[in-house]
């Protein structure tokens, strides 16, 4: 299904009692494709997920997911999605191998075959090291990780990803970005949030600015970084111990972390007083970063 559109939404609106959240939403997602809503909280891109997912129904819209109606086929829409939330809901008690197991299994697989995809995408998600140990040992990165791979069980032809690298730290965001990429080039067409220009940047080819439940912009990634114009602060760190520290205290602010390099990456928008306070926060006694560049 390369040429169709994985999918079409017209006129998507949803009120929570007299809040309206939703106004209006347009979409087009061509099949095999990666597209990137972009937004700040509270904007609206979950409240669109869960419709597009069929987990929240719409007062108004014509929509179509995977080439099925959403008012008329919502069984089949099921079968050809799958949903990897803001919070992640796994079993801690179970290993990561036997999560995937069980979700084979609820997927009707037999046992060999669950077995054998679950070492699949262990293998796919950089999980099989950790395939034995119980869920609660896992970091948040490993958790976000093994709950997409659960989701893909089922090898759903579009991919529902609500905020994906939320709260994790540089090396776990680039592990999901590689495994965003991987599913993209398998053929599937992956819908995700972020709250990160950045984010839609490296991963996608169409992106759709939500704010305040309507769309406020669209198109490429390069199209929309020229009119934010926000700007890069690159940072040459002294020592790799200053690496580690300078990561730390970033967190998911740090754009890239390149440890062979001791280079950072952050956002900023240029100006010197969000610049000096990044810094400070950082480096407070100025020893940790030994340049800094606007780029
Ligand atoms: N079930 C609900 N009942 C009432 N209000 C809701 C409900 N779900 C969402 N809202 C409201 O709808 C608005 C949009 O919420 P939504 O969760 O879609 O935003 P979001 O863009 O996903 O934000 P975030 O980036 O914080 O996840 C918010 O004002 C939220 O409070
Ligand atoms: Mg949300």
Redesign the pocket.
Known sequence: MNHELAIRARGIR?S??E?E??RGIDLDVPAGSVFA?L????????????ILATL?SADAGDITVAGFGLATQVHRVRRSISLTG?SVALDDLLTGAETLQMMGRLWGLSNQDARRRSRELLEQFDLTGAARRQVRHYSGGMRRRLDLAASLVGRPAVIFL??PT?GLDVRSRQTMWDAVRQLASGGATIFL?T?YLEEADQLAEQVVI?DG?AIAGAGTPTELKARVGGQRLQLVLATPAAFDDVCGRLGGRALSADRETLTIEADTDGGAGQVRSLLDQIDPDRRLVQRSQLG
């Open positions: 949803k929570f009692a809040l959240v939703l809503l937004g700040p909280n509270g904007a609206g891109k979950t409240t669109i997920v869960r929240t803001q609500d905020e939320t949030t709250q939500l439940g």
